[in-house]
């Protein structure tokens, strides 16, 4: 009879993370819409799929977006959702500013038209619930079929025409009447162009590409609003320290690496055993053993982040060996494709300019914006889900700052 072995310490959490007997569970129950699709992939099949797309996750493309692209699609999203009050969701602001991104990296070619784009925000949104239906509160049946039905709208009417504009630039180049130069850098091209290779079935393809604006839009914009709200409440206590944030970016950056530490995206990663092992600590499970690990316990070990590991502390001091962000974006094989795009580099990793990640650059525009809470209307946790996020967080934008960090 299966079991369930159950971790909470941050080095049995990042072996069991590494270890090549556990294959991804998080999305069993969402696998209608995850069969196939990268982070549901285990042994070979993932390194392959994994070898194909790293290509398109490079430091110097994260950098150049970083510069030129991110500030841009974040004012983009503003002016939609703005209007004309001072007032803003900024849920929704940062969420659809990170969907434009990620949807290109996906090779889904969304134009100008603002109500076209909102509905594919729509669509992740159901795509985003079905697939960790794993954490709803609500009926899961019900979820996914919602689900499947967005997936349906997606393939019809975004990734059909990308997909029959990306295989004619592949017969092209390949019939030598194109540079290979031609071809868009995103995923659906890398897979369209190497199906016969892999034997990768349609519907994988479209799971895959499908998955990439979802997860890169809501899981960036959640740790985005919990980092803003410490900054917030760091400033409630020292005032001042928003000025501060917007001339030192590199404190900035140790404010978000300390919240993506206490709020993991998933509070728990979930490992099937493919066969009977041992963890290097010791812990054995047995062939079809599930393995239940806590990220947000393991985030917090006091004997690898203090005594006062449960508190927000961006100057805290971090062993070598652990990232300032703990657990949250995975360890070893499995780790997440886009860290470096949303959480940037640590301090001394950075060749060249240095890499602060969406995250932080998106919080500076925002308070560099003279972006405050709300005082009249409070943050709401969204209790649609066991995943610790907010449904809503209301920001009002006062003076921007002067080149001296001073309101003008």
């Not at 990663?269 to 600590?281: E, K, N, W």
Request: aromatic letters at 6%; a negative charge.
């Amino acid at each position: 009879m299966a079991e369930t072995l159950r971790l909470e310490s941050w080095v049995t959490a990042r072996e069991a993370l590494r270890h090549r007997d556990l294959r991804q569970g998080l999305y069993d129950e969402g696998r209608a819409l995850m069969d196939g699709v990268i982070v549901n992939l285990h042994g070979a099949p993932h390194t392959d799929r994994r070898r194909l797309e790293n290509r398109l996750f490079r430091r110097d493309t994260f950098a150049y977006w970083e510069r030129e692209l991110i500030p841009v699609l974040l004012e983009e999203s503003l002016a939609i959702h703005r209007e004309d009050t001072s007032e803003i969701d900024i849920v929704p602001v940062v969420r659809h500013a990170m969907l434009r991104l990620a949807a290109s990296v996906a090779g889904l070619d969304i134009g100008s038209d603002t109500s076209d784009f909102l509905r594919l925000a729509g669509l992740m949104a159901r795509l985003s619930a079905a697939s960790t239906v794993v954490h709803a509160t609500g009926d899961k049946a019900a979820i996914i079929a919602d689900g499947l039905a967005a997936l349906d709208e997606v393939r019809a009417v975004y990734l059909a025409p990308a997909w029959d504009r990306r295989e004619a630039l592949i017969r092209d180049v390949r019939a030598g009447h194109r540079p290979e130069s031609d071809l868009p850098r995103d995923v659906l091209t890398v897979l369209l162009a190497a199906r016969e290779e892999h034997g990768l079935p349609s519907e994988v393809i479209e799971r895959e590409v499908a998955y990439f604006p979802w997860v890169g839009s809501h899981s960036t914009s959640i740790a985005l609003v919990h980092a803003l709200h410490h900054c917030f409440e760091h400033d409630a206590e020292k005032p001042g320290v928003l000025h501060t944030l917007v001339d030192e970016p590199e404190l900035l950056q140790r404010f978000v690496h300390e919240s993506l530490r206490l709020h993991p995206a998933s509070p728990q990663s979930v490992r099937r055993a493919v066969t009977d092992g041992q963890l290097p600590t010791g812990d054995r499970f047995a062939a079809g053993d599930t393995v239940v690990i806590d990220m947000v316990a393991a985030n917090r070990d006091k004997t690898v982040f203090g005594d006062d590991a449960d508190r927000f502390d961006p100057s805290r001091t971090i062993a070598e060996g652990v990232a300032p962000w703990g657990l949250t974006f995975g360890s070893g094989f499995h780790a997440c494709l886009g860290q470096e795009l949303a959480g940037g580099l640590p301090p001394g990793q950075s060749e060249g300019d240095r890499l602060l990640g969406a995250i932080t650059v998106m919080i500076s525009t925002l308070l560099e914006r003279g972006a405050r809470r709300s005082s009249t209307r409070p943050p709401v946790p969204d209790d649609r889900t066991t995943r610790p996020t907010w449904r809503t967080y209301h920001v009002v934008f006062e003076d921007r700052f002067d080149e001296q960090g001073k309101t003008r």
